[in-house]
């Protein structure tokens, strides 16, 4: 799942993604206005955490933005603002969540996992979808109820297939979401074939069917034979 944090204090941006990475997140950082809007134009994010005070700007446009373009992310707004006029105007405009700065990076964490589970997933623990069963809150996975392990790029990689059902996928978009702002620097293209090479073999010799779909020319697309 892939994080946008917007936050021009570059201490608590980096406590953010550095606690949000170990949690299995794949995180990117704005910290300015610009930056968010230009990176919310050309990439999709699972969720998106907000600061208010921006230097060049102010995380409400930031999420009118999103509502704009239709963005299927999430929104947590973080803030040291703390008036119920904030708080009224941060929802109606389109936010999830609202949290007031100081916070505990445990409770953001379990904010954001809640937030997308709920957006992503119907609130519920378990995926399942054919004879596959992912347990999110243990990063589990389950081929014809026979617990499978995945490498942390082929789990991130089954998990945007299943979010992504019947959708033709390009080996860009793919490679983008696995590795963020660090695609360039990982042959990503090639690694892209490796993983899904190595996810379609584990599938299957576990009983499952071979639910991943070349498209000549395109990329891939994960749907029932």
């Given at each position: 799942m892939k994080i946008l944090v917007v936050e021009d204090e570059k201490g608590l941006a980096e406590s953010i993604t550095d606690y949000l990475s170990r949690e299995g997140f794949i995180c990117e950082v704005a910290n300015t206005f610009w930056q968010a809007d230009e990176k919310i134009s050309l990439y999709q994010y699972d969720c998106t955490i907000v600061d208010l005070t921006l230097p060049d700007g102010n995380g409400f446009d930031i999420i009118q933005t999103l509502k704009k373009i239709a963005a299927a992310t999430g929104i947590i707004i973080i803030s040291a603002r703390?008036?119920?006029?904030?708080?009224?105007?941060?929802?109606?405009?389109?936010?999830?969540?609202?949290?007031?700065?100081?916070?505990?990076?445990?409770?953001?964490?379990?904010?954001?996992?809640?937030?997308?589970?709920?957006?992503?997933?119907?609130?519920?623990?378990?995926?399942?979808?054919?004879?596959?069963?992912?347990?999110?809150?243990?990063?589990?996975?389950?081929?014809?109820?026979?617990?499978?392990?995945?490498?942390?790029?082929?789990?991130?990689?089954?998990?945007?297939?299943?979010?992504?059902?019947?959708v033709a996928l390009t080996k860009e978009s793919i490679a983008e979401h696995l590795w963020g702002d660090n695609m360039d620097s990982a042959d990503s293209l090639d690694m892209v074939y490796s993983h899904i090479k190595n996810l379609r073999r584990k599938i299957v010799e576990k009983g499952g069917k071979d639910y991943i779909q070349s498209i000549y020319g395109i990329g891939y697309k994960f749907t029932a034979p």
């Open positions: 703390n008036t119920l006029e904030d708080k009224l105007k941060g929802l109606e405009i389109g936010s999830d969540d609202y949290m007031t700065k100081p916070f505990h990076l445990s409770e953001l964490n379990a904010r954001v996992k809640s937030l997308i589970r709920r957006r992503n997933f119907g609130g519920n623990n378990d995926m399942i979808w054919k004879d596959i069963r992912v347990n999110l809150p243990a990063r589990k996975v389950f081929i014809k109820d026979i617990e499978t392990t995945l490498s942390k790029k082929e789990y991130d990689l089954l998990l945007y297939f299943l979010s992504n059902i019947d």
